[in-house]
Nanobody, 123 residues
Framework: QVQLVESGGGLVQAGGSLRLSCGASGRTFSNTATGWFRQAPGKEREFVAAASGSGISTYYADSVKDRFTISRNNAKNTVYLQMNRLKPEDTAVYYC????????????????WGQGTRVTVSS
């Protein structure tokens, strides 16, 4: 079992920045892939970013590439999502997830999920 707790969401103006954090407990963190997904009101959950266990391999959705950065500190069992140049369309609940089978862009590749943290970007 892995328990995940996200933090760092909030209200920010367009063009601003936020850093989300996700703390993990319950399993050797460095052996797991981590992902960030988001779900906007009335929309399906979508992939945002993912990192391999070492953090060397990363994937990004085209909509956030060059604006968002995923990173992880395995010593602290924490994964981060640095979000810059935020846009109103980035408004969503952001979820972190942990997968046991390697880095993936799909939700099905992750077995453990946090409760989410809300990000609201005003125009």
């Amino acid at each position: 079992q892995v328990q995940l707790v996200e933090s760092g969401g909030g209200l920010v103006q367009a063009g601003g920045s936020l850093r989300l954090s996700c703390g993990a407990s319950g399993r050797t963190f460095s052996n797991t892939a981590t992902g960030w997904f988001r779900q906007a009101p009335g929309k399906e959950r979508e992939f945002v970013a993912a990192a391999s266990g070492s953090g060397i391999s990363t994937y990004y959705a085209d909509s956030v590439k060059d604006r968002f950065t995923i990173s992880r500190n395995n010593a602290k069992n924490t994964v981060y999502l640095q979000m810059n140049r935020l846009k109103p369309e980035d408004t969503a609940v952001y979820y972190c997830a942990v997968g046991l089978s390697g880095i993936s862009r799909t939700a099905a590749g992750y077995q453990y999920w946090g409760q989410g943290t809300r990000v609201t970007v005003s125009s």
